[in-house]
């Protein structure tokens, strides 16, 4: 199986802060990547598919980027809504895993 | 909008067999562009992609549980289901359904259902 890391696990951070999430993969994924957030007692949400593409409705401070194993999600600046954790997701090979998560809360 | 929904018992004695069901709405499940999920997510454990399934019947699963998964679709109630056989502490976890979505082999899972917690005790 592909494994995949993220890092670091959790972060503090401010409103207004940047936030960089980092996702690798054990082997070469191109850019079969994606991200969630997950909020508690919900189901995580889609915004970003191919490493890149941002999910419609999902505001524009979320980007990700990167290719082959190293992956970053970014947050332009946080809002109080984006305290949640965040997943990478891999589809190059099956079966699709995902990382452990990132939970990004309120310094 | 698409919109999933899982039932099913939310308590299962060990051995057992787990049966849930995703109910897709606001959306076909004929749709050849999409496939169906399962994912769980284990207390403080990471997403595990389970299996899905495509309207055509056509089927994929993780290694990991191929052996104890069975995924079926009824177009005509646009249901997937999940049995899942001798259950132990072990399977404990939210179950989610999710539609797939797959464009140039990439795959991605978008909606999601809300989750069912499933727990597995006597």
């Known amino acids: 199986d592909i494994q995949m890391t993220q890092s670091p696990s959790s972060v503090s951070v401010s409103v207004g802060d940047r936030v960089t999430i980092t996702c690798r993969a054990s082997?070469?994924?191109?850019?079969?990547l994606a991200w969630y957030q997950q909020k508690p007692g919900k189901a995580p949400k889609l915004l970003i598919f191919?490493?890149?593409s941002l999910q419609s409705g999902v505001p524009s401070r979320f980007s990700g980027s990167g290719s082959g194993t190293d992956f970053t999600l970014t947050i332009s600046s946080l809002q109080p809504e984006d305290f949640a954790s965040y997943f990478c997701?891999?589809?190059?090979?099956?079966?699709?895993?995902f990382g452990g998560g990132t939970k990004v809360e309120i310094k | 909008q698409v919109q999933l929904q899982e039932s099913g018992p939310g308590l299962v004695k060990p051995s057992q067999t787990l049966t849930l069901t995703c109910t897709v709405s606001?959306?076909?499940?004929?749709?050849?562009?999409?496939?169906w999920s399962w994912i769980r997510q284990r207390p403080g454990k990471d997403l595990e992609w389970i299996a899905y399934?495509?309207?055509?019947?056509?089927?994929y699963f993780n290694p990991s549980l191929k052996s104890r998964v069975a995924i079926s679709v009824d177009t005509s109630k646009s249901q997937f289901s999940l049995k899942l056989n001798s259950m132990t502490a072990a399977d404990t976890a939210v179950y989610y359904c999710?539609?797939?979505?797959?464009?140039?082999?990439?795959?991605?899972?978008?909606?999601w259902g809300q989750g069912t917690l499933v727990t597995v005790s006597s």
């Open positions: 399934i495509h309207y055509s019947g056509m089927t």
């Open positions: 997701q891999q589809s190059e090979r099956f079966p699709l895993t």
């Open positions: 606001g959306g076909s499940i004929h749709s050849g562009d999409f496939y």
């Open positions: 191919a490493a890149s």
């Open positions: 082997q070469g994924i191109s850019n079969h």
């Open positions: 999710a539609r797939n979505r797959i464009i140039d082999h990439s795959h991605w899972f978008d909606p």
